[in-house]
């Protein structure tokens, strides 16, 4: 029997209306014959909302545990009301907490990981012919306590249902038809994309596409589940979308998106000692605060033995960089360390971009074209990023677009 898992997420289950409008497409897709199950967020808003109240509560961050028993309710509030807007069309449902479904994690409140699915009393419930509304972003920590799973967790949780259920895809409908080749609000000739492989997605969710959580990219290329975007706004089960999976995109141009982040700051460390022990120590100091970098660049400085270091992280957790690179304690002697929050970072996504060397070159020349200044360059076989004044972001994107020729027929 086929199975298949339909996520709606926060835009597509924001009010009555909507949920009655995932209420017709769940329809149409058992009509087709499959067994469902249905993973639904809180509605758009109402977890930020939520994240107001526990903040007032508990303004230190002291109680977690409830915080995260707080936070799992929005998505409780939606399945209950999809369930009954599936029944009110006279299908068999029923919702579901994430302790329901045997959804068991690990005790990181805040930003648990997925340890295991109990689904054989789930299995048969679908197979049986009742869709299963699940909430998604929540789990089972190892003390009995409501855990959750981090921003976009909804994701997360529907990937994993669909490992575990081993079903024919995990359907993610959203306010879009599909992943697009920029952000079509600042790109208006950004096209839709029909496939993507999951390397491509994961690098666009990690440089700043908002489409899907890059952890629950990381758990569908490891389970290899086919994953498909979709739009719940077009009032029939949609066509198009993007599909994700395994050499999805074989048969088509090397880039495919570009993407972009505006949570950057730059920090440059002037007259670092030269050698690799100073540069093992700052990083070292940062990775033990948790606090991820991405593009670093080093050059030689203007006096014998030192050199200056360049890299990018996020603006959140500029200040606490700073700090740590500055505190005697931690014996850096980095008494010139400066701090450029208004930066951006540019992103072009492909297959086997590294061993394309026009690939790079026209991303260089087209910046240097529009007077775009590069502060710090990263590549890996699927993108090239490049870090530049956030006040350049639009040009850059749009201009990239268009010299990669994605404006000029669909992707």
Same mark, same amino acid.
């Not at 920029?182 to 496939?195: C, G, H, L």
């Not at 990219?217 to 979709?230: C, F, H, Q, S």
């Not at 991820?292 to 030689?300: A, E, G, K």
């Given at each position: 029997? =086929?199975?298949?898992?339909?996520?709606?997420?926060?835009?597509?289950?924001?009010?009555?209306?909507?949920?009655?409008?995932? +209420?017709?497409?769940?329809?149409?897709?058992?009509?087709? #014959?499959?067994?469902?199950? @249905? @993973?639904?967020?809180? $509605?758009?808003?109402?977890?930020?909302?939520?994240?107001?109240? %526990?903040?007032? +509560?508990?303004?230190?961050?002291?109680?977690?545990?409830?915080?995260?028993?707080?936070?799992?309710? #929005?998505?409780?509030?939606?399945? &209950?009301?999809?369930?009954?807007?599936?029944?009110?069309?006279?299908?068999?449902?029923?919702?579901? =907490?994430?302790?329901?479904?045997?959804?068991?994690?690990?005790?990181?409140?805040?930003?648990?990981?997925?340890?295991?699915?109990?689904?054989?009393?789930?299995?048969?419930?679908?197979?049986?012919?009742?869709?299963?509304?699940?909430?998604?972003?929540?789990?089972?920590?190892?003390?009995?306590?409501?855990?959750?799973?981090?921003?976009? #967790?909804?994701?997360?949780?529907?990937?994993?249902?669909?490992?575990?259920?081993? &079903?024919?895809?995990?359907?993610?409908?959203?306010?879009?038809?599909?992943?697009?080749?920029?952000?079509?609000?600042?790109?208006?000739? &950004?096209?839709? *994309?029909?496939?993507?492989?999951?390397?491509?997605?994961?690098?666009?969710?990690?440089?700043?596409?908002?489409?899907?959580?890059?952890?629950? %990219?990381?758990?569908?290329?490891? !389970?290899?589940?086919?994953?498909?975007?979709?739009?719940?706004?077009?009032? =029939?089960?949609?066509?198009?979308?993007?599909?994700?999976?395994?050499?999805? +995109?074989?048969?088509?141009?090397?880039?495919?998106?570009?993407?972009?982040?505006?949570?950057?700051?730059?920090?440059?460390?002037?007259?670092?000692?030269?050698?690799?022990?100073?540069?093992?120590?700052?990083?070292?100091?940062?990775?033990?605060?948790?606090?991820?970098?991405?593009? *670093?660049?080093?050059? $030689?400085?203007?006096?014998?033995?030192?050199?200056?270091?360049?890299?990018?992280?996020?603006?959140?957790?500029?200040?606490?960089?700073?700090?740590?690179?500055?505190?005697?304690?931690? !014996?850096?002697?980095?008494?010139?360390?400066?701090?450029?929050?208004?930066?951006? !970072?540019?992103? %072009?996504?492909?297959?086997?971009?590294?061993?394309?060397?026009?690939?790079?070159?026209?991303?260089?020349?087209?910046?240097?074209?529009?007077?775009?200044?590069?502060?710090?360059?990263? =590549?890996?076989?699927?993108?090239?990023?490049?870090?530049?004044?956030? @006040?350049? %972001?639009?040009?850059?994107?749009? &201009?990239?677009?268009?010299?990669?020729?994605?404006?000029?027929?669909?992707?």
């Amino acid at each position: 029997m =086929t199975r298949l898992v339909m996520k709606f997420g926060g835009t597509s289950s924001a009010d009555p209306s909507r949920l009655e409008a995932c +209420a017709a497409l769940i329809a149409e897709r058992q009509k087709e #014959g499959a067994s469902i199950a @249905v @993973v639904v967020s809180a $509605p758009a808003g109402m977890t930020d909302r939520l994240e107001r109240d %526990v903040g007032t +509560a508990d303004p230190d961050g002291q109680w977690v545990d409830e915080g995260d028993a707080v936070l799992a309710a #929005g998505e409780q509030i939606n399945a &209950a009301l999809l369930a009954m807007a599936l029944r009110r069309l006279g299908l068999r449902a029923r919702s579901y =907490t994430g302790w329901q479904v045997g959804m068991l994690t690990d005790g990181a409140h805040g930003a648990a990981k997925i340890q295991s699915i109990e689904t054989k009393a789930l299995t048969q419930t679908i197979d049986g012919g009742t869709i299963a509304v699940v909430a998604g972003f929540q789990g089972l920590g190892p003390d009995g306590r409501i855990t959750t799973l981090g921003r976009g #967790g909804s994701d997360l949780s529907a990937v994993a249902l669909a490992a575990a259920l081993q &079903a024919q895809a995990c359907e993610i409908y959203t306010d879009v038809e599909g992943v697009y080749s920029a952000d079509p609000r600042m790109v208006p000739t &950004a096209k839709p *994309i029909a496939r993507l492989s999951y390397e491509e997605l994961l690098e666009m969710a990690s440089q700043g596409t908002k489409v899907m959580q890059s952890r629950s %990219v990381e758990l569908a290329m490891a !389970k290899n589940v086919t994953l498909r975007i979709l739009s719940s706004f077009e009032g =029939t089960v949609p066509q198009g979308g993007t599909t994700i999976g395994t050499n999805a +995109a074989l048969e088509r141009a090397t880039v495919c998106a570009i993407s972009y982040s505006r949570d950057e700051t730059r920090i440059m460390v002037h007259r670092l000692p030269a050698g690799s022990e100073a540069l093992t120590r700052v990083f070292a100091v940062l990775a033990e605060a948790g606090i991820q970098v991405d593009l *670093i660049v080093q050059s $030689p400085g203007n006096h014998v033995n030192e050199s200056t270091l360049v890299f990018s992280l996020r603006r959140g957790d500029a200040q606490q960089a700073l700090s740590l690179l500055t505190d005697p304690c931690h !014996k850096l002697a980095l008494d010139e360390v400066s701090l450029d929050p208004d930066m951006a !970072k540019v992103s %072009v996504i492909g297959i086997g971009l590294r061993s394309q060397t026009r690939m790079a070159h026209t991303m260089f020349e087209t910046l240097c074209a529009h007077d775009i200044a590069i502060g710090a360059v990263a =590549t890996s076989e699927t993108r090239i990023s490049a870090l530049i004044p956030a @006040v350049d %972001v639009e040009m850059a994107v749009r &201009a990239l677009h268009q010299a990669f020729g994605l404006d000029q027929a669909r992707t």
